[in-house]
């Protein structure tokens, strides 16, 4: 992320995400499907709730066409089967910030 230009912030979970200061400063989102405790469909569920429409990016290594409808259905941008390559995320990533108001931070 950070060699494509973008100020990138990891987190160990969803849930540190969601009491992170950048929760309200994030532009896109890129989160796995499958994580402990939350999962990326139960993170981008509680965005909605809290009125949070951050575009978001789902990568998983188990795909599920369920799920990715399920994605899809709440306004995901994408929905990547790993592995994939950088011009792949790097295109989704481009959607999601046009549709989000062009920032790249």
């Not at 402990?36 to 789902?58: C, D, K, W, Y």
Request: glycine letters at 6%; aromatic letters at 8%.
């Amino acid at each position: 992320m950070r060699s494509l230009g973008f100020v990138a912030h990891a987190f160990p979970s969803a849930r540190s995400f969601l009491h992170s200061e950048q929760l309200t400063e994030t532009s896109c989102l890129v989160s796995d499907v499958q994580m402990p405790n939350m999962s990326g469909i139960q993170l981008q569920e509680v965005l909605h709730a809290r009125g949070l429409r951050i575009p978001t990016i789902f990568v998983t290594a188990y795909p599920d066409n369920k799920v990715r409808a399920q994605a899809f259905a709440r306004g995901a941008v994408c929905f990547l089967n790993k592995p994939f390559d950088g011009e792949t995320l790097s295109r989704c990533i481009d959607v999601a910030l046009k549709n989000n108001g062009g920032d790249r931070d």
